[in-house]
C-alpha cells in the first residue's frame, strides 16, 4: 500500500513545522507528501530525506489546490491535512492499519489542540460541538480535510467540491453519502491543530463559513446549517424578521457585527464557564452575520 499525504498552502510559514512532523513519521508504509502550492509565493522548507513534490499552481482556492494534488498523487490512499496542523508519530501508520479494510473507503479522524490558551480552549470547544452534531447520523457524513483519508479512486472519480473556498467539506460528506460511500469516523486517529491566535481571525473564520454555507445553499440546494425543527431563538428570529429582502439582510448582517465584538470582548474578561458562553455566542453571532451576508448577494 503507498499513501500520499495532500497539503494545500499559500505562504503559511507553519507549513514547515507539519513537515517536520511528517518526516519523524513512525512505522508507515512508504508515503509521499504532495505539497499544493494555491499561488503561493513562499518556499516551505522540506526537511532532508522527506520525499516531497512541490506542485505549484494558480491561486483557485484550497479544494481546488487538493483535486490538483490527488490527480497528480500516485498512493493508493489519499491522506489530507493542513498547513496549521501537526501530525503525531504514528499518524500515517495507523490510517494504514485501518484502510487494512478493503471495504472501507472514507476515513474522518479527529484534532486536538496545539495551546493550553483560553482562546484555542473556547475554540475546540466550538468544533467539538461541531463534531459531536453528527453522532446521532452515525458520523457517516462528517468530512473535515484538516484530517481526512479517502482511496484515490474515490476522490478521482468524485473531487472534492471547489466552487467556493469555505464549506467543501460538508458538500463532500453529503455527496459521499447520496453515492452510497459512508465515512468511517476514527476519534483516536487524530492530528493536532493550531487554532487561531486572535478572536478576530477566528470571528473571521466564522463569517465566512456561514457566508459560504449560504452561497452553497443558493447554488446547489445543500443545507449545510444542520437546521432544529422547530427553530428557536435569536438568530432564527431575525432569519425570519429579514425574509427575502436582500437589504434587510445586508443592514442585519453589519448590526450583527457589533454584536459579535461585544460577546468577544466579554469572552476575554469573564470567569471561565460564563466567557465559554460568551465566546459561542461570539461565534454563532459571526457565523449568522456571514449568513446572512451571503444571503443577501
Not at 15 to 35: C, K, M, T, Y
Not at 37 to 54: H, I, K, S, T, W
Given at each position: 500500500m503507498k499513501i500520499s499525504v495532500i497539503v494545500?498552502?499559500?505562504?503559511?510559514?507553519?507549513?514547515?513545522?507539519?513537515?517536520?512532523?511528517?518526516?519523524?513519521?513512525?512505522?508507515?508504509?512508504?508515503?509521499?507528501?504532495?505539497?499544493?502550492?494555491?499561488?503561493?509565493?513562499?518556499?516551505?522548507?522540506?526537511?532532508?530525506?522527506?520525499?516531497?513534490?512541490?506542485?505549484?499552481l494558480a491561486p483557485r482556492g484550497p479544494y481546488a489546490a487538493r483535486n490538483s494534488a490527488a490527480r497528480e498523487a500516485g498512493g493508493e490512499i489519499l491522506l489530507f491535512t493542513d498547513s496549521d496542523c501537526l501530525c503525531p508519530p504514528g499518524w500515517i501508520a495507523r490510517a494504514a492499519a485501518v484502510f487494512g479494510d478493503e471495504s472501507l473507503a472514507a476515513l474522518q479522524g479527529a484534532s486536538v489542540p496545539t495551546s493550553p490558551s483560553r482562546l484555542s480552549r473556547f475554540v475546540q470547544l466550538e468544533y467539538d460541538r461541531y463534531v459531536e452534531s453528527h453522532a446521532a447520523a452515525g458520523y457517516r457524513r462528517f468530512c473535515n480535510t484538516r484530517n481526512f483519508a479517502v482511496r484515490a479512486a474515490v476522490v478521482r472519480e468524485l473531487p472534492l467540491p471547489d466552487r467556493f473556498p469555505r464549506g467543501g467539506d460538508g458538500v463532500y460528506g453529503r455527496r459521499l453519502e447520496a453515492r452510497g460511500i459512508p465515512i468511517r469516523y476514527d476519534p483516536d486517529w487524530t492530528v493536532e491543530h493550531r487554532h487561531p491566535t486572535t478572536r478576530w481571525r477566528e470571528g473571521a473564520r466564522a463569517f465566512e463559513e456561514g457566508r459560504d454555507a449560504a452561497r452553497w445553499q443558493a447554488a446547489e440546494d445543500i443545507d449545510l446549517f444542520g437546521r432544529v425543527s422547530p427553530a428557536s431563538g435569536p438568530g432564527a428570529w431575525l432569519l425570519e424578521a429579514t425574509g427575502g429582502s436582500r437589504l434587510a439582510r445586508r443592514v442585519a448582517a453589519a448590526a450583527l457585527i457589533p454584536v459579535a465584538a461585544l460577546f468577544a470582548g466579554a469572552s476575554t474578561i469573564l470567569p471561565d464557564a460564563t466567557a465559554a458562553a460568551a465566546f459561542s455566542r461570539f461565534r454563532r453571532s459571526a457565523h449568522l452575520a456571514g449568513r446572512l451576508s451571503g444571503e443577501a448577494t
Open positions: 494545500p498552502v499559500r505562504d503559511d510559514p507553519r507549513i514547515d513545522d507539519l513537515l517536520v512532523s511528517l518526516a519523524a513519521q513512525r512505522g508507515a508504509p512508504p508515503f509521499e507528501v504532495v505539497l499544493a502550492l494555491d499561488g503561493a509565493r513562499r518556499q516551505p522548507n522540506v526537511p532532508a530525506g522527506l520525499g516531497a513534490r512541490l506542485l505549484r
